[in-house]
């Protein structure tokens, strides 16, 4: 079964950027919708960025809306979130996840912690 394994994570303050990385071992990656979601402390997990299986399509929160941007490399079966212009309601754990094609997402990696700073 794919295992995500999720980097990049840290601590920085507000108008910072971080860059999450996310290692997938399946290779039959390129088949799957990829997404990345968080989860503040006490809160439920959310939605972030979705990407399609080839990069075409891209989805995002409407709170991360040009600010932060997933992107993906099938031939490294990894994907990206580049996030700019932190806010402190950011902070969280980010997690990796996979979709069948145009499906919900089942498959999850362990996280990364987030932290931004005021």
């Known amino acids: 079964q794919v295992q995500l394994v999720e980097s990049g994570g840290g601590l920085v303050q507000a108008g910072g950027f971080l860059r999450l990385s996310c290692a997938a071992s399946?290779?039959?990656?390129?088949?799957?919708?990829m997404g990345w979601f968080r989860q503040a402390p006490g809160k439920e997990r959310k939605f972030v960025a979705r990407?399609?299986?080839?990069?075409?399509?891209?989805y995002y929160r409407e709170a991360v809306k040009g600010r932060f941007a997933i992107s993906r490399d099938n031939a490294k079966n990894t994907v990206h979130l580049q996030m700019n212009s932190l806010k402190p309601e950011d902070t969280g754990v980010y997690y990796c996840a996979t979709a069948p094609e145009g499906g919900a997402f089942n498959t999850w990696g362990q996280g990364t912690q987030v932290t931004v700073s005021s």
């Open positions: 399946d290779r039959t990656f390129s088949s799957y919708d």
């Open positions: 990407i399609s299986r080839s990069g075409t399509f891209t």
